[in-house]
């Protein structure tokens, strides 16, 4: 039973920061590629970073130079570190595998204002 479960979303103004965390189970983590995920109302979901189970990364356009994925296998967790952030990047954030297969967490949500 895959079970992935996000926090630390919260109300921010536009510039600031906030933390993700996605605890993972069911899963070898360490032998599992992560992705973050975003999705806004009557949207699909849009994969914005992912980290392999060798630590290599990659962004959407959208947050490159803004968002840091990374990893503590010891805890089961992947974070996206988002700095900067925009109103734009107002959404609920859900992490998943690279095709997104797992079944989906609650997500968390991102507020930013202006």
């Known amino acids: 039973q895959v079970r992935l479960v996000e926090s630390g979303g919260g109300l921010v103004q536009a510039g600031g920061s906030l933390r993700l965390s996605c605890v993972a189970s069911?899963?070898?983590?360490?032998?599992?590629?992560m992705s973050w995920y975003r999705q806004a109302p009557g949207n699909q979901r849009e994969s914005v970073a992912t980290i392999t189970s060798g630590g290599e990364t990659n962004y959407a356009d959208s947050v490159k130079g803004r968002f840091t994925i990374s990893r503590d296998n010891a805890k089961n967790t992947v974070y996206l570190q988002m700095n900067n952030l925009k109103p734009e990047d107002t959404r609920v954030y859900y992490c998943?595998?690279?095709?997104?297969?797992?079944?989906w967490g609650q997500g968390t949500q991102v507020t930013v204002s202006s």
């Open positions: 069911g899963i070898i983590f360490r032998f599992s590629d």
């Open positions: 998943n595998g690279p095709r997104g297969l797992a079944p």
